[in-house]
């Protein structure tokens, strides 16, 4: 399970996705995780579950709402974050797979 980090606002958050960050992406959206269509805001909820659970799991403190993540966040953010968890970090080595904002 790859494990980035991302910054938000000048500071750095763990990502990574988790059954926590599914659970927590359906009660956010009403979605299950498996039902994202690629959409920007199915996205950025998702990927706000996956800092959310990350930082939970961490005991790193994350206390933005979903609107003040993605207030945070460009499209850009989340198409890089999309990518690396595909797998298509070309040129990026696994300690460097951050996210600038």
């Known amino acids: ?15 990574r996705q988790t059954m926590g960050a599914m659970l927590r992406f359906k009660e956010e959206t009403g979605k299950e995780a498996t039902e994202i269509d690629g959409s920007l805001s199915d996205m950025c909820a998702y990927l706000f579950c996956c800092v959310k659970s990350a930082c939970k799991r961490e005991g790193k403190e994350f206390d933005m709402s979903l609107m003040e ?12 974050w ?18 600038k904002s």
Not at 69 to 80: K, V
């Open 1 to 15: 399970m790859a494990k980035l980090t991302i910054k938000v606002n000048g500071e750095e958050y763990p990502c």
């Open 82 to 99: 999309t990518e690396s968890m595909n797998g298509n970090t070309e040129g990026q080595e696994d300690a460097g797979a951050e996210k």
């Open 69 to 80: 993540f993605a207030d945070s966040l460009t499209p850009e953010d989340i198409t890089e």
